[in-house]
């Protein structure tokens, strides 16, 4: 079945680390995007990508990088300089920009600084 | 700039009732409208998509309806089940945007 892969399913990261979360689609999507959700808020968009080698910044892009070398890969790195880096991160793809074909989404990763 | 709201944020009914969540919009312009599920700890699941130029969908006991020029939609959920409880969520894919902006979901209970 086709689908989205996150993984790990829970990450513990300690100060001063980097860590990377993992999100990979076999649905031949174009576009792949990467979402925060903390507890009560609404997602928010972190990066975004429409093809590959070729990525945009969310609303909340700060502390956070991202790689789109592969079409179904699409990495997220949660850095150091991301000072409130527990939440948690959900991977989205779409057909094109999703227009008239909707999100599909991932399981979820949940990251706790330690 | 687009705004998505889901009220009321929580709702507590009785098994077997039939139950409308809300979701409303500030900006006409949007290509569709999806609503999704999301179980505590889990991704997102999509239950229902709208385009813009449609006015309702039907998912077996799921009915989804839109109206552009109020900036409304509804989640119309029928003869509820305990295994209905869960956040729904609604988004909007903004066509001034050029993104989907999320609602913050409402939290629904259904007592057995």
């Given amino acids: 079945d086709g689908?989205?892969?996150?993984?790990?399913?829970y990450l513990f990261r300690k100060e001063g680390q980097n860590v990377t979360l993992?999100?990979?689609q076999n649905l031949n999507h174009d576009a792949m995007y990467w979402y925060r959700q903390d507890p009560g808020q609404g997602l928010r968009l972190i990066y975004?990508?429409?093809?590959?080698?070729?990525?945009?910044?969310?609303?909340?892009a700060e502390g956070?990088?991202?790689?789109?070398?592969?079409?179904?890969?699409f990495p997220l790195t949660?850095?150091?300089?991301?000072?409130?880096?527990?939440?948690?991160?959900?991977?989205?793809?779409?057909?094109?920009?999703?227009?008239?074909?909707?999100?599909?989404?991932?399981?979820g990763t949940r990251l706790t600084v330690v | 700039k687009q705004e998505v709201t889901q009220i009321p944020a929580a709702l507590s009914v009785p098994e077997g009732e039939n139950l409308v969540l809300n979701c409303s919009f500030t900006d006409s312009?949007?290509?569709?409208?999806?609503?999704?599920?999301?179980?505590?700890?889990?991704?997102?699941?999509?239950?229902?998509?709208?385009?813009?130029?449609?006015?309702?969908?039907?998912?077996g006991r799921l009915n989804a309806s839109l109206d552009k020029s109020s900036g409304r939609s509804t989640l119309y959920i029928a003869a509820s089940q305990p295994g209905d409880s869960a956040t729904y969520l609604c988004a909007v894919y903004s066509?001034?945007?050029?993104?989907?902006?999320?609602?913050s979901g409402t939290r629904l209970s259904i007592r057995p």
Avoid: H, M
């Fill in chain 1, 3 to 9: 689908g989205i892969t996150q993984s790990p399913k």
């Fill in chain 1, 64 to 73: 956070y990088s991202v790689s789109r070398e592969k079409k179904e890969s």
């Fill in chain 2, 95 to 103: 066509s001034s945007a050029s993104k989907i902006i999320f609602g």
């Fill in chain 2, 29 to 59: 312009a949007i290509y569709n409208l999806q609503w999704f599920r999301q179980d505590p700890g889990k991704g997102l699941t999509s239950l229902l998509l709208i385009q813009s130029s449609q006015r309702e969908q039907t998912s």
């Fill in chain 1, 48 to 60: 975004y990508s429409q093809i590959v080698n070729d990525f945009q910044k969310g609303d909340i």
């Fill in chain 1, 22 to 24: 993992s999100c990979e």
């Fill in chain 1, 78 to 107: 949660v850095t150091s300089a991301q000072k409130n880096p527990t939440a948690f991160y959900l991977c989205a793809s779409s057909i094109v920009g999703g227009v008239g074909y909707g999100y599909t989404f991932g399981s």
